[in-house]
C-alpha cells in the first residue's frame, strides 16, 4: 500500500490532472495509490442529492479499499464542490474533486475517467454512479466480483426509477426507465453509463477521449462508447444484483417530458449508427432505413395501445420520428440547455 498525504503532494495530484480547464477542488487528507477500483461521479448542480449518493458509496458493504474522482461541472456555481470536500476532509471517502470548467455530458465524464486513471496508476477497474443515483449496499462488491469471475470488459447493472410522483408506477415499465435486460449473464451491448464498471484495457484500447464530444450537449455518449466497444470485439456482462436507484423527479415523469426523451432517444440511435457508417452508400442506406420505420412504428405503436397506456405505446413511434429528423437534420441539445449559468 503506498499511501501519500495529499498536503504533501499537490503536484503529484496536479500531474494527474494535466489540462488548464481542470482544478483540484478538494481532496483527502490521504490518498492510497496502490488501489485497485476508482468509482467516478460527475457533478451538476445536485449538492442535496450528492450527499445521498456518497452516503451510499460509504455505507458499501466489501472489504476493498476504492477511491472516488467527483467531477464538478458547474465552474460557476459550483454547489457540488463543498459536499465532495466535505466527505473528503472528513475521511469518509478517499479521493480528489475536481472541476471541469467546459460544460457537457461528455466532458465531465471524460474529466472523471481520465484523472481516475492517471491519479489511481494501479487502479484497473473504473466504475461510474450519477449524483441523482443511490448504490445499493452489495453493488460495488458485486460489479467488480463480476468482472473477476467473468474477464468481462464492460460490467453493467439496472438503474431503477424511484419517481417523486408515485401515482403512476406503471411508467416504470416505459423504456426510457425499464433497464434493458432483467437476467444475469453475458449480454451483447449496455447501453448507459450510470451503472457501469470499464476496465483500464478498454480505455486503452478505445483511445481518447474515451466519449466524444459530438454528443457532449445531445446526450449519447455512452452509447456511441459502447457501441464502439462492441465493434473492437470486448465483452459484455449484466449483474441484474447490482442495483442502482435513480431518483426521478415529477417534471420528468410528465407526458410532455418523456414525450422529449423517446424523440431524443431515437435522435442518439441515428447518430450513433450514421457515425459508424464508413461510406456514402452506407450513409444513404441507413436514411432509407429509417424513413422506412416510420410507418413500421405507426403500426407498432397501434399493436400496444390495445395492452399499455398511450405514453408507453408511443415510444417506438416517437423514436422513429426522433431518427427521421436527425436524419434530417434536427439536433437538440439539452444538456447544453441546462447548463446556462446566468
Not at 495509490?33 to 450528492?50: D, N
Not at 426521478?248 to 415523469?253: E, G, K, L, T, Y
Request: aromatic fraction near 8%; glycine fraction near 6%.
Amino acid at each position: 500500500m503506498t499511501l501519500i498525504p495529499t498536503d504533501l503532494s499537490a503536484s503529484r495530484i496536479s500531474d494527474a490532472v494535466r489540462d488548464s480547464n481542470r482544478e483540484i477542488a478538494a481532496s483527502s487528507r490521504v490518498i492510497d495509490l496502490s488501489v485497485g477500483i476508482v468509482v467516478c461521479i460527475p457533478c451538476f448542480r445536485r449538492p442535496q442529492h450528492l450527499r445521498l449518493t456518497l452516503d451510499s458509496l460509504v455505507n458499501q458493504r466489501t472489504p476493498r479499499s476504492f477511491a472516488v474522482v467527483m467531477v464538478e461541472n458547474d465552474a460557476a456555481g459550483r454547489a457540488s464542490a463543498p459536499v465532495a470536500a466535505e466527505y473528503l476532509a472528513a475521511g469518509k471517502l478517499q479521493g480528489v474533486c475536481l472541476v471541469e470548467k467546459r460544460q457537457g455530458n461528455c466532458q465531465a465524464i471524460n474529466a472523471a475517467f481520465e484523472t481516475a486513471q492517471a491519479l489511481f496508476p494501479a487502479a484497473t477497474r473504473f466504475l461510474m454512479i450519477d449524483d441523482d443515483e443511490i448504490a445499493s449496499p452489495d453493488w460495488l462488491e458485486l460489479m467488480v466480483r463480476t468482472a473477476e469471475a467473468t474477464a468481462a470488459d464492460v460490467v453493467g447493472g439496472p438503474v431503477l426509477p424511484v419517481f417523486d410522483d408515485d401515482s403512476q408506477p406503471w411508467l416504470a415499465r416505459h423504456p426510457a426507465f425499464c433497464p434493458t435486460y432483467d437476467y444475469t449473464g453475458a449480454v451483447p451491448l449496455i447501453y448507459g453509463c450510470g451503472n457501469c464498471l470499464i476496465t483500464r484495457g478498454t480505455f486503452e484500447r478505445l483511445g481518447s477521449p474515451a466519449f466524444d464530444l459530438r454528443f457532449n450537449f445531445l446526450g449519447g455518449g455512452d452509447c456511441d462508447f459502447f457501441n464502439r466497444c462492441r465493434d473492437a470485439g470486448l465483452n459484455f456482462y449484466w449483474t441484474a444484483e447490482a442495483v442502482i436507484t435513480e431518483t426521478v423527479p415529477q417534471s420528468r415523469s410528465s407526458p410532455g417530458w418523456i414525450a422529449k426523451r423517446s424523440l431524443r432517444i431515437g435522435v442518439i440511435n441515428y447518430s450513433v449508427q450514421v457515425k459508424a457508417a464508413r461510406s456514402a452508400a452506407a450513409r444513404m442506406g441507413l436514411f432509407a432505413q429509417t424513413l422506412a420505420r416510420l410507418p413500421l412504428s405507426l403500426a407498432r405503436s397501434a399493436r400496444l395501445l390495445a395492452s399499455s397506456k398511450a405514453v408507453v405505446a408511443m415510444h417506438p413511434m416517437l423514436m422513429a420520428v426522433g431518427s427521421a429528423l436527425a436524419a434530417l437534420g434536427y439536433d437538440p441539445k439539452p444538456y447544453e440547455a441546462s447548463k446556462i449559468v446566468s
